[in-house]
Nanobody, 125 residues
């Protein structure tokens, strides 16, 4: 079992930046990929970005590609999401998630078995 804790959410102006952090504890070696999802009120949870731990490769949703960057620090058991050029539509609760089996280029909530509590990101225009 992996425990995930997010931090770094907050408020930003459109065009600004925020950096989210996700720290893992427990059976961290079991995660083959780590991802960020987000969910706005009244909407389904959607995948934002995923990093494949071994290859250190990444995949992004089209809505954030070129603006967001996911990265990892294995020594700290941490995953980060650098969010630049923020837009009001990026306003959501952001969740960190881990999966033991991962398929390339897929961001589906069903694939992930470990979830954090979420951190709120609010972007004003």
């Amino acid at each position: 079992q992996v425990q995930l804790v997010e931090s770094g959410g907050g408020s930003a102006q459109a065009g600004g930046s925020l950096r989210l952090s996700c720290t893992a504890s427990g059976d961290t070696d079991s995660s083959a990929c780590m991802a960020w999802f987000r969910q706005a009120p009244g909407k389904e949870r959607e995948g934002v970005a995923v990093i494949y731990i071994g290859p250190d490769s990444t995949y992004y949703a089209s809505s954030v590609k070129g603006r967001f960057t996911i990265s990892q620090d294995n020594a700290k058991n941490a995953v980060y999401l650098q969010m630049n050029s923020l837009k009001p539509e990026d306003t959501s609760m952001y969740y960190c998630a881990g999966a033991t089996k991962c398929l390339w280029g897929r961001l589906r909530t069903d694939d992930y078995n470990s979830w954090g509590q979420g951190t709120q990101v609010t972007v004003s225009s």
